[in-house]
Every structure is written in structure tokens, then in C-alpha cells.
């Protein structure tokens, strides 16, 4: 089956820094990845779409400019936090699936993003 | 908009008796419905799908889901349950009017218990 890796999958930062994590289609070429943050109590908020070569669409209340998101080969998408904070702390996934086969959707391990 | 409600939190169950995990939908038009698993720490995994066809949806690990248009819902089951089963269940819809989007429930925790 389809793979999606994620790196890191544990980081901690200091609060006012930035942190990368990556997303990665091991064995497809991901037309859209989606970034998620799931919650302590379990709920998994959609954050962003991305489509490889093209901006990201974010959800409504998800700010552009602290989550950044590249899409920069049918392989990679990044999400940047920047000017962590310790609200930020949270389990990010990512997903990606590959046209046509939009109904399969594929999730990375997640990375659990600690800031101090 | 297109969106899932998972109304338990929790759900309890021994071994060997069977489980359903619940979940309804709204959507416009036709439902593209899922079931994803999570286990600690881990990112999550598909179960199964209902797209058209049968109401009844077999998946993986013996479960399977009914598709009940008139209840709107897309409840979960296993005949036998067993403590590995016991994770966090995600109900979720495809948004086919908007890139394809994913909207997933509140989750379900499911506690099979020895």
C-alpha cells in the first residue's frame, strides 16, 4: 500500500523559534497533501490543502502566516511553525492522496511538536 | 458543508461481544462516507468506505459498517470484539466539492475489556 512518512516525529522547541516538519509520499506522487492538528482530547482539525506548485488553502481560523505550508514536488510538503509558542504544542498529520484515486487517503505517522 | 458527528466519547465493551461505534452524517448530496482507526501516538489507518453499492460495508480486521440513508448514520460494528481492537475510531465524510477534503468526527475511544 501507499506509504507517507513524516520527519520529525517528535520534536521539542523553544518558545519564538521556528520548526519544519516535513511530509513525504514514499512510493506515489501525492497531487494534494492535507495538514491536520489533532488535539489532546482527541478531535483532528483539518488545517490546510495543499496542492503540488500552488498556494495552500487554509481552513477558516488557521492563520497563513504562523502555519506555512510548501508543496514543492509531488513528493514533499512542509509545514513551518513559526514563532512557536506553547499553545502550538500539538500532534500534527499529514495526508495525501493522488488523482484519481481521491477516495484513498493516506496518513503519515504523525509528529508530536512540544514547545517549551 | 459536508461534516460527521461522533455522539460517544467512549464506548465500553468485554471481549467477545460485539461493538458498534456510532456516527452520523449531514451532507449535500451523495455521502462518501469513512471509518479510520488510530492507535497511541500513531497516525491513522482506513478501515473502510462507502461510496454506493451495498449498505453493508465490509473492511479490514472483521469489521464492517451499515449505511442507513433514512438515519443518516454510518454506525461501525464488529460481531467479536477483542482487546486489540480497543483505540480511537474516526468517523469521516469526503468533501467532493472542495479539493477532496477530509472531515473527520470528535473521535471514539473504544475500551474492549479482557
Known amino acids: 500500500g501507499a506509504v507517507v512518512s513524516q520527519h520529525p516525529s517528535r520534536v521539542i522547541c523553544k518558545s519564538g523559534t521556528s520548526v519544519k516538519i516535513e511530509c513525504r509520499s514514499l512510493d506515489f506522487q501525492a497531487t494534494t497533501m492535507f495538514w491536520y492538528r489533532q488535539f489532546p482530547k482527541k478531535s483532528l482539525m483539518l488545517m490546510a490543502t495543499s496542492n503540488e506548485g500552488s498556494k495552500a488553502t487554509y481552513e477558516q481560523g488557521v492563520e497563513k502566516d504562523k502555519f506555512l505550508i510548501n508543496h514543492a514536488s509531488l513528493t514533499l510538503s512542509t509545514l513551518t511553525v513559526t514563532s512557536a509558542h506553547p499553545e502550538d504544542s500539538s500532534f500534527y498529520i499529514c495526508?495525501?492522496?493522488?488523482?484519481?484515486?481521491?477516495?484513498?487517503?493516506?496518513f503519515g505517522p504523525g509528529t508530536r511538536l512540544t514547545v517549551t | 458543508a459536508q461534516s460527521v458527528a461522533q455522539p460517544e466519547d467512549q464506548v465500553n465493551v468485554a471481549e467477545g461481544n460485539p461493538l458498534t461505534v456510532k456516527c452520523t452524517y449531514s451532507v449535500s448530496g451523495n455521502p462518501y462516507l469513512f471509518w479510520y482507526v488510530q492507535y497511541p501516538n500513531r497516525g491513522l489507518q482506513f478501515l473502510l468506505k462507502y461510496i454506493t453499492g451495498d449498505n453493508l460495508v465490509k473492511g479490514s480486521y472483521g469489521f464492517e459498517a451499515e449505511f442507513n440513508k433514512s438515519q443518516t448514520s454510518f454506525h461501525l460494528k464488529k460481531p467479536s470484539a477483542l482487546v486489540s481492537d480497543s483505540a480511537l475510531y474516526f468517523c469521516?465524510?469526503?468533501?467532493?466539492?472542495?479539493?477532496?477534503?477530509?472531515?473527520f468526527g470528535s473521535g471514539t475511544k473504544l475500551n474492549v475489556k479482557p
Open positions: 469521516a465524510v469526503r468533501d467532493i466539492l472542495s479539493f477532496n477534503k477530509f472531515y
Open positions: 495526508s495525501a492522496n493522488s488523482f484519481p484515486r481521491v477516495n484513498e487517503q493516506y
